[in-house]
């Protein structure tokens, strides 16, 4: 039987933009601005914290590991003089999160650009390779992809022993926004079998009319905690205005939409809050076990 090689023999891993990034030989070189903030957070997880030598503004996580790396601004308005001076060898971005404009800038003047774009709860297990590869951590990397494959399993255990429903995803107000079927967070609440609506939209975040029929049609309205801080009083809100009869809760938008190492302790979140909703249908004898 033949081998299946270890990603430390392959000398080139591609990016979200197909672009291939060799592993960097001078570990007591590498200097990470990170600028999307779930990667951050990862990055401390794979135990790279000390490289990390610049930040948005948003990455908060871990706390106590970010809170001596300096800030470059947001990942919307990076100040790029403020990163290029903190002199990294690597700049982490992502296509959502960061401007195609700052990205191309910070091609021309850093050496190393990688760009991520996670939009399956299993793509994290590409993302922990790419970055166990090129910053040579694959033996943490690889324990990372162990854990997000035990937390889908679980997951996908839960979303498979019960009845589908769909929900409303809310992530802004005025105009009231949410999430079409082909982001991530979509994905992740897929895998708990919570299937968003609208099923079909002309843009990843479509703006929803009070008078829309998805709000009658969802069976479950979720509030995010971000980017929008919802809180109970909204809940009242589209009780009052809207008259909507079906459940109205609030939801760690951290654990739906980060990806990184924050997707494991999500995937558990959102399995631990389905089994907390009442049971449409009881579990099938072929997942009891998974999901105990």
């Not at 200097?31 to 990455?59: H, K, M, N, Q």
């Not at 009231?176 to 079909?200: C, E, F, N």
Request: glycine residues 6%.
């Amino acid at each position: 039987m033949q081998r299946r090689p270890h990603l430390g023999a392959m000398t080139h891993l591609p990016d979200a933009t197909g672009l291939r990034h060799a592993r960097f030989h001078s570990p007591a070189r590498l200097r990470i601005a990170c600028l999307v903030p779930s990667i951050t957070e990862t990055l401390f997880a794979l135990g790279l914290g000390d490289r990390v030598v610049a930040r948005t503004g948003f990455c908060i996580h871990p706390e106590e590991g970010v809170r001596e790396v300096p800030k470059v601004g947001g990942t919307k308005d990076v100040n790029v003089a403020k990163l290029i001076a903190t002199e990294p060898t690597h700049v982490i971005v992502n296509i959502d999160e960061n401007r195609k404009d700052t990205v191309d800038h910070l091609r021309r003047v850093i050496p190393n650009v990688i760009v991520t774009h996670p939009l399956l709860p299993e793509d994290n297990a590409t993302l922990f390779a790419l970055l166990g590869h090129i910053f040579s951590v694959e033996d943490a990397a690889l324990a990372l992809a162990r854990q997000l494959a035990d937390a889908l399993t679980q997951a996908r255990a839960v979303g498979a022993s019960r009845v589908s429903e769909s929900v409303l995803y809310l992530i802004w107000k005025n105009p009231w926004m949410t999430v079409s079927r082909d982001t991530y967070v979509s994905a992740m609440l897929a895998t708990v079998g919570w299937k968003t609506l609208p099923m079909q939209a002309d843009k990843r975040y479509p703006e929803i009319a009070a008078d829309d029929s998805v709000w009658r049609n969802a069976d479950r309205v979720f509030l995010s905690t971000e980017p929008y801080l919802f809180d109970d009083g909204h809940i009242a809100t589209l009780r009052d205005d809207l008259h909507l009869q079906q459940p109205i809760e609030l939801i760690d938008g951290e654990m739906t939409s980060w990806y990184g190492v924050r997707a494991i302790a999500g995937l558990k979140y959102l399995a631990d809050l389905r089994r907390r909703h009442e049971q449409l249908s009881p579990p099938s004898p072929a997942v009891q076990g998974l999901i105990a």
